[in-house]
C-alpha cells in the first residue's frame, strides 16, 4: 500500500490516520461510530510518498496505533496532518481508545487543527 501526495516539504513532519467508518445503514444505531485502524507520527516528509512499510519503519516514525483490518465492510478515511514539529511525547492509542476515536481532540491536543489532505475509499473486511 502507498499514497501520493504531491504537496510535501521534506522538512516538515506529519501524522497519517485511518479511521474505519461504519456503514450508513449502521450509523444511525447506537454505538456505531468511527474506529481507529491506523495513526503514524513523526513522518518525514522526504519518506511520506513511500510504501507504508518504509513510513512504519521511518527513523522519527512513531506507530501510535498499529495497523488493524477493517472490522466490517463500509468505507475508511484517510487523513494527513502537517504537525507543527516533532512530537516527542506522542502517547501510543490504547485498544479501546481506538473505538470511537475522536480525531479532532487528537490532533487539537498536539497543536494540529485540520488536515492538510484527506481520502474516503471503500474497504471490504
Given at each position: 500500500v502507498s499514497?501520493?501526495?504531491p504537496y510535501?516539504?521534506?522538512?516538515?513532519?506529519?501524522s497519517?490516520?485511518?479511521l474505519?467508518?461504519?456503514?450508513?445503514a449502521?450509523?444511525?444505531?447506537?454505538?456505531?461510530s468511527?474506529s481507529?485502524m491506523?495513526l503514524?507520527?513523526?513522518?518525514?516528509?522526504?519518506?511520506?510518498?513511500?510504501?507504508?512499510?518504509?513510513?512504519?519503519?521511518?527513523?522519527?516514525?512513531?506507530?501510535?496505533?498499529a495497523?488493524?483490518?477493517a472490522?466490517?465492510?463500509?468505507s475508511a478515511?484517510?487523513?494527513?496532518?502537517?504537525q507543527?514539529?516533532?512530537?516527542a511525547?506522542?502517547?501510543e492509542?490504547?485498544?479501546p481508545?481506538?473505538e470511537?476515536?475522536?480525531v479532532d481532540?487528537?490532533?487539537?491536543?498536539y497543536g494540529?487543527?485540520?488536515?492538510?489532505?484527506s481520502a474516503a475509499?471503500a474497504?471490504?473486511?
Open positions: 499514497f501520493t501526495y510535501f516539504m521534506e522538512v516538515l513532519y506529519y497519517i490516520v485511518v474505519e467508518v461504519p456503514p450508513p449502521s450509523s444511525s444505531q447506537p454505538g456505531s468511527r481507529l491506523w503514524v507520527a513523526n513522518v518525514r516528509g522526504d519518506i511520506l510518498n513511500n510504501p507504508v512499510s518504509a513510513i512504519d519503519s521511518g527513523d522519527d516514525a512513531a506507530t501510535l496505533a495497523y488493524r483490518p472490522t466490517d465492510a463500509g478515511m484517510l487523513l494527513l496532518f502537517v507543527p514539529g516533532l512530537l511525547a506522542a502517547e492509542v490504547s485498544s481508545e481506538r470511537g476515536f475522536d481532540e487528537w490532533a487539537a491536543g494540529m487543527s485540520f488536515p492538510s489532505s475509499f474497504i471490504s473486511p
